[in-house]
């Protein structure tokens, strides 16, 4: 199982992005797909998740709904929108995919697979 990240860059505070996470080398119905993200000098922490089959998305409290998780089955890709960034959102930006964990709140120790991070750079 492949996982590649991507759609980082640098943005003014306000503004958007919107990440990329093309997944390949399995069958991932029954998967837990999630974001997560490290700021430097922190623990990775998790952001949001969504059910591969059901499309049923879960998010922490900081995202306060300026973040959206989706999933195009078609295009085998998980999207996080990000939208009113603020400099705490700089960090790196990881997708990961577990099959094992049935509860939608997701652990960085948890996770099967994961993708190389992408940087998000939020600039004031």
């Known amino acids: 199982v492949q996982l590649q990240a991507s759609g980082g860059g640098v943005v003014q505070a306000g503004g958007s992005l919107r990440l990329s996470c093309v997944v390949s080398?399995?069958?991932?119905?029954?998967?837990?797909m999630g974001w997560f993200r490290q700021a430097p000098g922190k623990e990775r922490e998790f952001v949001a998740s969504?059910?591969?089959?059901?499309?049923?998305?879960y998010y922490v409290d900081f995202t306060k709904g300026r973040f959206a998780i989706s999933r195009d089955k078609a295009k085998s890709t998980v999207f996080l929108q990000m939208n009113r960034l603020n400099s705490e959102d700089t960090a790196v930006y990881y997708c990961?995919?577990?099959?094992?964990?049935?509860?939608?709140?997701?652990?960085?120790?948890?996770?099967?697979?994961w993708g190389k991070g992408t940087l998000v750079t939020v600039s004031s």
């Open positions: 990961g995919a577990d099959a094992r964990t049935p509860a939608p709140f997701l652990t960085a120790a948890g996770m099967e697979y």
């Open positions: 080398g399995g069958t991932f119905d029954n998967y837990n």
């Open positions: 969504i059910k591969w089959n059901s499309g049923n998305a």
